[in-house]
């Protein structure tokens, strides 16, 4: 890539630019590279628009040790007013057919049960990690698939859980790689997966802060779909910018690879 004055322009100074990190006249520059590349032009106007949503989000909530996430009450309703606007707006059971019995026993679990839970903090821990990661093109993760081995038997120990990596090849989607992250104060892991169109998805498992166990919770925001749940020690959530049922279908075969370690 190349701006009108012949210098290339990077992908670091493209990020540069979303980042209002570079000097005036190169900023320029850059800007005019991109008007004549409208394809680019608008995948750097997501970056710019992801960033703007994460900033929202960041600005509202800091993550800090699990003991400071808030006990989830059933108050407020502003899209951002709050653990517990988070918790039981979007809260939905969806419908399975002859799930395995933990599923089945969420199919019955009211919605406003289901939202006093607390498993409000997950659904946003995972939808930040999706939205800070899926625009990546050069470090979308930490280690990537052709070190699967390593990779899952490293994270599984930080997590304390160990685990193997769902195959999601009959979906069309395969392993990108994962990376370490904090959730809540504690190690958390992020798989990363990817189809033939470029579509990603992530599943963040994380230790859970106290919550009790919930069946499967959908909810969406900022454009991002999330599959959730909480089992024991450690909760799970799947995000992409796929509809629903996609991420439906992927989300029960991780749920079912995981049931079975």
């Known amino acids: 890539m190349t701006s009108e004055t012949g210098n290339p322009v990077s992908e670091d100074e493209l990020h540069a630019l979303v980042d209002r990190r570079l000097d005036v006249d ?7 590279y991109l008007d004549a590349d409208g394809e680019l032009a608008n995948e750097v106007e997501n970056w710019r628009t992801n960033d703007a949503a994460l900033s929202e989000i960041l ?4 993550y800090g040790e699990a003991s400071d996430i808030p006990a989830p009450t059933r108050v407020g309703s502003s899209r951002f007013g709050g653990w517990p606007a988070m918790a039981a707006a979007v809260l939905v059971a969806f419908g399975l057919g002859g799930g ?26 995972a939808r930040d990690v999706f939205l800070t990661y899926v625009r990546e093109v050069r470090h979308p993760v930490e280690v ?15 997590i304390e859980k160990p685990f193997t990596a769902p195959s999601l090849g009959d979906l069309g989607f395969e392993l ?12 958390g892991a992020m798989l ?17 802060a106290g919550a009790r166990d919930t069946a499967f919770q959908f909810s969406q925001d900022l454009g991002v779909n999330t599959f959730r749940w909480i089992d024991g020690p450690l909760a799970y959530a ?16 991780v749920y079912a690879h995981f049931e079975t370690i």
């Open 26 to 32: 190169r900023a320029a520059q850059v800007r005019a």
């Open 144 to 158: 990537d698939a052709s070190e699967r081995d390593h990779l899952v038997n490293w994270l599984g120990n930080r």
């Open 192 to 208: 990363m997966y990817e189809n033939a169109q470029g579509d990603r998805a992530t599943i963040l498992m994380a230790r859970n």
């Open 176 to 187: 990108v790689g994962g990376r370490l992250l904090p959730v809540g104060g504690k190690p």
């Open 100 to 125: 395995s019995g933990y599923l089945a026993r969420g199919m019955a679990q009211p919605a406003g049960q289901v939202a006093d839970t607390g498993s409000g903090w997950l659904e946003v821990a």
């Open 59 to 62: 600005s509202a909530y800091a």
């Open 238 to 253: 799947i995000s992409g910018f796929l509809d629903r049922g996609s991420l439906e279908d992927i989300s029960r075969e």
